[in-house]
């Protein structure tokens, strides 16, 4: 597929590790305050105020995404989005990323500077330094490795232990979205197999597929929520599905929980979808991963600063630990959640 | 030579991704007073004192290691020690780092008990703490990212751009060793598999192996240099080759240098390998990579400071730009250096 839509203009083997490194770090722009170095020395050098929160993530063709259906550009931003959406999760401001790339010589320059267009864009977006990173060659495919470095200069980051019995548990967006758009994709990638004269109509999915391909990240929820002067006690990112993330934070907390069917926030083209498809829209949204929302728990009182806001769901409440992690249907029956996100195993 | 030592105990498969990064996180030791929060949220807390350095490194199997030499426990260890190097390159103390690991289904989880094995030991080594990573399957391969995070709390970061006319270049340790010894394990590889009944005799080569196999990062130069009250004006460590870094060191600080053939220092051990191989052992520290030795510029007055320290050689100076990088050769000739060093492409 890259083939066909870029003929191979620069084969990698042309050139040399350092050149490829130093022409895309030559867009790299430093601009934040807090990057003293970016890249160009053995390591980059930060001056953060208060406390320094740090993720990673790896991402491998053909395990976490398809070249068949998802540009380079495009995962070169998601890459970068997923990895920022770990930093809001605790309630910090992201602030750099490193990326290493590993990618064989069936590429060719112009798709790596495609992938790092996606990069260079997230980084705009979202306000980070691209300040490291290493590029090297990979027997086989593409292998992206993003480190994201974020500032809690103002408030303590917020960890995945903090909740407890009787907080409200509250979620950014809306949640299946991404996975679904995942189907569709693959649905019409099976078809166009078959048969490559057929030209998809994705319209009546723009809003799923978009979520798939570019996710974006809740910095802005970090900055409602300190608008609004509400402090979550516990919050995690939901990248393999409400269930799983859920429980996760129950774990951490030694609390129970209970998640209302009702409440769970879905989009009306998810669930149009979900009919198509003939699957359960409220599945979809408690095992389908990649939806980057944040997921959070308040204290009762504070209930009153984020009702009515539309970024955010009240979904249910935690319960005492010996209560269990339970979804409350809409027939009422109390079933227990189970984690049935994506695994890369 | 993976399955031939250890039969497959349990494959991969049968793991859930979580319980593979839970199974090795209850491993990581959070010692220093800097990690608030290690492996368990979204993402590591730290608090640095002062500035943060932070490096990436990407390994992969086929380009970067061969594990028919190379064992998975040496390879954790090195993975860990190269980043580390790149920080103490900086001048500053390592503190923590993150490692992912991408693995195919043809390893096991013993294998990966050998990996993280020598990654713990490492961190034990240089007193850093594991603080967070990502494990996920691979189509192909292993494939190991590392992000090394340094503070220099004491004194301020030395980059590769401080270097001034007249200063004097001086190189740790000695060069050439780690690529001689890969070299000697090439060549026993090369006569097994012709003849599998050949038992390898790396007895006369133990220095060069243990370099290649299990390099170790000179942390103990950065506390000597602050014992001995010497602040290097620019510093880089040598992963390319002595060539290749001290160019580095040229551009970035716009000057020149002459090297002394004489005064490269060279383990006996090289010395006579090299002849055996019928190498030309300056060439072999001049482009060999992987010494991870440091290499630096002090002023004049330094050198008194460091005189005599068997840990330390002088082996240059630097020059005015327009003279450019040069080597003077044993015969008194002049000639430019050429960075010839191994290029991942």
Redesign the interface.
């Known amino acids: 597929m890259l083939e066909d839509k870029k003929p191979a203009k620069t084969s990698?083997?042309e050139?040399?590790?350092?050149a490829?490194i130093e022409q895309f770090a030559k867009s790299a722009t430093v601009a934040l305050p807090s990057t003293?170095?970016g890249i160009?020395?053995?390591?980059?050098?930060?001056?953060?105020e208060?406390?320094?929160?740090?993720?990673?993530?790896?991402l491998?063709?053909?395990?976490?995404f398809d070249l068949g259906y998802m540009p380079l550009k495009h995962l070169g931003y998601k890459a970068v989005v997923v990895n920022l959406s770990?930093?809001y999760?605790?309630g910090?401001q992201a602030t750099?990323i490193?990326v290493?790339?590993?990618v064989s010589n069936r590429f060719t320059l112009e798709a790596m500077e495609e992938l790092y267009a996606g990069i260079h864009l997230a980084c705009k977006t979202y306000g980070v330094d691209l300040?490291?990173?290493?590029?090297?060659?990979?027997?086989?495919?593409l292998?992206l490795?993003v480190?994201?470095?974020?500032s809690?200069a103002e408030a303590a980051?917020v960890?995945?232990?903090g909740a407890a019995d009787k907080e409200l548990l509250v979620v950014t967006g809306d949640l299946g979205a991404a996975y679904m758009g995942l189907q569709v994709l693959a649905r019409e990638q099976d078809v166009f197999k078959a048969n490559p004269n057929h030209k998809p109509d994705l319209e009546p999915y723009t809003f799923l597929v978009e979520r798939q391909l570019k996710p974006e990240a809740r910095k802005d929820i970090v900055e409602l929520l300190q608008a609004l002067e509400v402090t979550p006690t516990s919050?995690?990112?939901i990248s393999d599905g409400l269930a799983s993330e859920v429980m996760h934070l129950c774990q951490?907390s030694d609390v129970g929980c209970r998640i209302y069917e009702d409440k769970i926030p879905l989009d009306p083209q998810l669930i149009s979808v979900c009919e198509e498809f003939n699957v359960d829209s409220t599945t979809i949204a408690l095992s389908g991963g990649e939806d980057y929302e944040l997921l959070f728990t308040i204290k009762q009182e504070d209930f009153d600063k984020i009702k009515g806001n539309p970024n955010l769901t009240v979904i249910g409440h935690m319960t005492e630990k010996s209560d269990g992690a339970n979804l409350v249907t809409r027939g009422d029956e109390v079933i227990p959640l189970k984690a049935q996100g994506w695994?890369?195993?």
């Open positions: 990698l083997d050139l040399g590790e350092f490829l003293l170095h160009g020395d053995d390591a980059a050098v930060l001056n953060h208060g406390k320094t929160v740090v993720s990673t993530d790896m491998v063709e053909g395990i976490h770990d930093i999760a605790m910090a750099q490193l290493s790339v590993a300040v490291g990173g290493d590029t090297t060659s990979s027997r086989q495919g292998q490795s480190t994201a470095v974020g809690a980051p960890l995945r232990s919050m995690i990112d951490k695994k890369a195993f």
